[in-house]
């Protein structure tokens, strides 16, 4: 059983001029230990997926209805008491504003104890030793001085850090992370990313990573979902997904972007462009959401929507006329 | 890329196209609400507020033909009559009817509400604009605003009302110099913020002279917060001229005004409230209905404005 | 070689730090700290660096939108950093500038017809209002948006379209120079092609100098002749594209391109962690900049501030490393390849 079954997941929000459908009818699962990405562009339903899985949906204005089984444990159905029990505990959350998510007001320390005094029942000196060790996992210098420290002494790096720490204090066994390296520049970026990495290995947690950015997903995905327009439209391994990816939208996104290196091998061709822009989600849509950007789209495509299929082992996407290999049996 | 990526949708017989299943909706439909009712039905509070305002100023205006007598006309025989069929809010010791008394009462706490907010507006407008423009002018004209906060403009309208005759024109005059810091100072940060906008510096670059920068990209951009402030001013404005009347430094007796018939009213607080009562309930639900439409405009019109007001 | 369009020399900005009841000037913060640089006409020069490198404030600096500390700013041949804001009206048409954020780009409570009309009457480009009207229906054009859009509100666009009015408006002017200041950062993948596309054929066809500052060096690659590299106030490198992502000969650079990370799951890449964060523009550290944060530092670099030089044809470096034998020189040769992925 996996860790992590989301199935049927939909996120609406009442808006003044009509219903949102931010996700709609998403399905996928985290195995325990594992790295899963979910990318996609703004306003594709991903953060709000996190969001969702945290309940951290304010209803109203959204509503969630599907499952969302943790551990066997549908969080849709438990109380708000139960789902506090679970939130920073079991399962974690990183944001992409380090500072925002900080209390400014609270040492580092305090803030990283604060979590396991309520979950863990730690004492406080317990909790401070363990916040020194935290600090020290994630690659902070002179954990025992920058335990005592507010936020605003801490660069945007070391912050994230110890976004990090708070959300591994507690083991949790499943690690959201919305767009962890957005907001850092490429070397401190880099710096994280190594370090996600390396906790990985050391902590065990799965972990969702939402992010847009193609090459951070390469670097730290195992299994790679693709969102647009509040829904999967393909999913694969990471390797399979950026080798040849299936749907067409996945096929643009690889290749509007440039790649770094092109001027050494002489492949600067033209950047493959996206047309048009994004649907409304207020409307319901009739056929495939990508239909009105899709190079092949058919009147068969704007008519019905395409199911999620099994384009090759473990490669699933959503599109009538994506080529298929016979599945092995 | 490899072959993966090259789609033949001629290649794919009809027969293996599979549809997704349909997600239902998980909540009702929102009815479009079009035109005004719309607007209102989305806007609780500007309607409401507005509304009542509204009413106010029909009030107001409309005061001789809404049943009511001479609100100075004394009759020392009916005194302090309770409220009644005939005497709708009862009479004051003088004789007087409160119900016409109150009615146009309204028009002083109105007037001087809208003035104020128009001309400490207007006031605050170009002060801030200058001093969010003009670098050298900046301090010094910020010190004597800071300055004049430093006194509660209460205190400073009561001074100023104390160097003149009491009038309706003289309460504006002196609530409005007492607001002025306040809108001067708001406008100024306004201004700020503004001047550090990426349209701003394009506008610049564009070769557009300073007078035409804030003409066109600075004013336009300061109507929505100055609408809101403007609303918050007339509430204050209107509570001020209350209290100026309340203590005899407002309006003159002879012109009825809701603070001076609570004045009137006071001496005979605990034998016959309704005197005191009546102005007091017109100008709190007056005042909530002014905050009530500038809080619902300052959602309506700026909802980022609204985290930092 | 041709005249250049812009040249900077030793410009220099440094932004005062006001504290205390007096607002006395307690320090300075030293955005741009000795830059120099030259675009000829018709080229891209694409300014790299992290946030607070002080690239932005070059841009801002060229366009003269503050007054700089030290330097100049020569503008096809006539010095602009010290002109009189009357004679400095007519040399803005010459360069325009695209701003990162769509959104705050654009007055919202103007149509986009007197948008892109301002510049047009400013610098006194159409003869009449018939003249003007036709000129902004071309820019629609040229920029690829539907020529009855131009009564809309800039709230009615989205991000990407936002952009192409402010593309717009920059061509409105008939520039020679173009400064992008990140101004495909904001958008989405799909709209960032677009937009990179757009600006390219504009470049073609209308022959535009362009200085596109950016932190995203994949976009930088794909988009430029030359390439700056700055960190902390300073240009640490400059060189042709293909030179400074073949062989990069500043140690920042090579830590940079090593930091992308690149759509190529298990690519094959020797990478350069850097320790640490930027140090503060305030004080920044003596001798070397990136001393306190460089994998080869020695101690040289600790007390002596490199210089620019060249090392190669139009490759200049601010570095020590090129003083020693090359064997001792971790940066000799072709070091580039190695830090970007391998296929």
Known sequence: ?329 | MSSASVLNPADVPQSAIKAAAPMPDIMPPVKARKGLWGYMYRNPSIAIGGTIVLLMVLMAIFAPLLWTVDPTALAPARRTREPSALYWFGTDMLGRDVYSRVVYGARVSLIVGFAVAVLASAIGLTIGLVSGFVRWADSIVMRVMDGMMSIPPILLAIALMALTRGSVGNVIIAITIAEVPRVSRLVRGVVLSLREQPYVDAAVSCGTRTPVIIWRHILPNTVAPMTVQATYICASAMIVESILSFIGAGTPPIIPSWGNIMAEGRALWQVKPYIVFFPALFLSITVLAVNLLGDGLRDALDPRMAKRI | MSKPILEVNDLKKHFPIRAGFFGGITGHVYAVDGVSFSIEKGETLSLVGESGCGKSTVGKAILRLFDITGGQVVLDGQRIDDMPAGTLRPMRRRMQVVFQDPYSSLNPRMRVRDILAEPIRNFGLAKDAADIERRVGDLMDRVRLPRDAVNRWPHEFSGGQRQRICIARALAAEPDLIICDEAVSALDVSVKAQIVNLLQDLQKELGLAMLFISHDLAIVEHMTHRVAVMYLGRIVEVAPKRQLFAAPKHPYTEALLSAVPVPEPGAARDRIILKGDVPSPIRPPKGCRFHTRCPYAFDRCKQEEPVLRQTEQGHWSACHLHDRPAAENPLAGERGAAVLAHH
Request: glycine residues 8%; neutral net charge.
């Open chain 1, 1 to 329: 059983m996996a860790l992590l079954e989301v199935e049927n997941l939909q996120t609406h929000f009442r808006a003044p001029d009509g219903v949102n459908r931010a996700v709609d009818g998403l399905n996928f699962h985290v195995n325990a230990g594992e790295t899963v990405a979910i990318v996609g562009e703004s306003g594709c339903g991903k953060s709000v997926t996190a969001m969702s899985i945290l309940r951290l949906i304010p209803e109203p204005p959204g509503k969630i209805a599907g499952s969302i089984r943790f551990n066997g444990r549908d969080l849709l159905k438990l109380s708000d008491r139960e789902m506090r029990a679970i939130r920073g505990n079991e399962i974690s959350m990183i944001f992409q504003e380090p500072m925002t998510s900080l209390n400014p007001v609270l040492t580092v320390g305090r803030q990283i104890g604060e979590t396991l005094r309520l979950h863990q029942g730690m004492s406080k000196s317990q909790a401070e030793a363990r916040a020194v060790e935290m600090l020290k996992l994630v690659g902070i210098p002179e954990p025992e001085r920058r335990v005592k420290e507010y936020p605003h002494q801490l660069s945007g790096g070391m912050r994230q850090r110890v976004m990090i720490a708070i959300a591994l204090a507690c083991n949790p066994k499943l690690l959201i992370a919305d767009e962890p390296t957005t907001a850092l520049d490429v070397t401190i970026q880099a710096q994280i990313l190594d370090l996600m990495r390396d906790l990985k290995h050391r902590v065990g947690a799965a972990i969702v990573i939402i992010t847009h950015d193609l090459g951070v997903v390469a670097e730290v995905a195992e299994r790679v979902i693709v969102m647009y327009a509040g829904r999967k439209v393909e999913e694969a391994a990471v390797e399979k997904l950026f080798r040849s990816p299936r749907h067409p939208y996945t096929q643009g996104l690889l290749g509007s972007m440039p790649k770094l290196g092109s001027s050494l091998t002489g492949d600067e061709t033209r950047l493959q462009e996206i047309p048009g822009l994004v649907p409304s989600l207020k409307r319901k849509l009739d056929g495939c959401v990508f239909a009105s950007r899709c190079a092949y789209a058919t009147d068969m495509c704007r008519k019905v929507a395409p199911a999620l299929e099994e384009k090759a082992e473990g490669h699933i996407a959503a599109c009538h006329y994506a080529i298929k290999e016979a599945v092995a049996a």
